[in-house]
């Protein structure tokens, strides 16, 4: 008897496994879709849809949002995520490694680019929300084209 009952404790175990790991990867693809959701507003300059993307309580909502409306004014640009990498992946918090090439479509001078940036979301009621990204590296596909 006290085998079965071990047995049935052990599987229980492995179920309550699989449904954590079942649900940290939905949580993950609710992030990643975070990103993507982000990328798509900037193409339709999307304003609202854009910060709803984009964490309220961040010091660099108002901000952001202020020179969203300047550039989507002035250009019409054409955003592609080219790569995503989870970094670090808690309940509340995350990083992620965002990989994206920003070309002018119309509009003044613009160098088109490709950025590498680490962003942070934390989890609202709303869902993910990104609220900084710290550019670590830029390049410029002018200068990628001449070399």
Known sequence: MRRIVI???????????????????????????????????????????????????????EGTQKMLEGMFATYDLAVTVESTKILKYKEKEAAVEITQVTKKKSGPEFRDNRLKMISTFVKTADGWKMSKSDIIKTEYLDQAAQQ
């Open 7 to 61: 047995g049935i404790a052990f599987v229980s175990l492995i179920s309550l496994s699989a449904c954590s790991d079942s649900k940290a990867d939905h949580d993950r693809n609710l992030l990643l879709q975070t990103v993507e959701r982000n990328a798509n507003a900037m193409n339709t300059e999307d304003l609202a849809g854009y910060m709803a993307t984009i964490d309220p309580e961040s010091p660099l909502y």
